[in-house]
């Protein structure tokens, strides 16, 4: 952003506080793993109870585990403001935050646990979309560019990592769709809940 209001905000001291959101669009048979990794990182977010550096733990790791699997990547998509105003910035946080909660089946049910017969025998999804909301402080390129293209987004999820451990993050969110095992994510439902994703 290098409009004069920009340039005057900074100029003025003011904070800058970017709010974004990553969709990433997995397939294949490996993604399954993932779904527990997400599924764990969920039940810790909810034991955390909004501590920023067990939410921040748990984004490294889904972050971590993304990057070792971009082999599966198919699509994405980016998407975020920048604002000069704490509250406005809280504002698009909550209008993140309810958009990815009503994506299809992105709400985990944290209270099912499955027997051994019952996790063999259900289905396995081979889509996995995975969505990513951040608040910061400050400016990092490497999330405010486009998205779409394998390296820039390893360097963005690099960059949330890096964030985590320099303690800029205000706000995180992470969402994935189909949110258990045994639910399916067809090409159709696909299609009609994330129709920004870009292929890769």
């Known amino acids: ?3 004069w209001r920009a340039r005057l905000n900074k100029f003025s001291g003011k904070t800058r506080y970017v709010v974004c959101r990553l969709f990433i669009h997995l ?3 490996e993604v399954a793993p993932l779904l527990g990794v997400l599924n764990q990182v969920a039940r810790d977010a909810m034991d955390a109870d909004g ?3 067990d939410l921040g733990e748990g984004l490294v790791s889904v972050c971590q585990n993304l990057l070792q699997m971009n082999t599966s990547w198919q699509s994405a998509a980016n998407e975020g403001d920048v604002f000069w105003d704490e509250g406005e910035a809280g504002d698009y946080v909550e209008e993140l935050f309810t958009d990815s909660a009503q994506r299809y089946l992105s709400e985990p049910n944290l209270s099912q646990t499955l027997t051994e017969e ?3 025998s259900i289905p396995i999804t081979d889509n996995l979309v995975v969505m990513l909301g951040v ?3 400050g400016e990092v390129l490497d999330l405010e560019a486009n998205l779409a293209d394998v390296e820039a987004l390893e360097y963005a999820l690099k960059a ?3 964030l985590h451990y320099q303690e800029q ?3 995180i969110q992470i ?3 189909p949110a258990q095992l045994g639910d399916l994510l067809t090409e159709d439902q696909l299609l009609a809940n994330f129709p920004e994703l870009i292929p890769l």
């Open 27 to 29: 397939s294949g048979q």
């Open 175 to 177: 969402h994935f769709s």
């Open 51 to 53: 501590e920023m550096s």
């Open 160 to 162: 949330l990592i890096n």
């Open 118 to 120: 019952e996790s063999l």
């Open 135 to 137: 608040a910061y402080e």
């Open 1 to 3: 952003m290098t409009s």
């Open 169 to 171: 993050l205000r706000a």
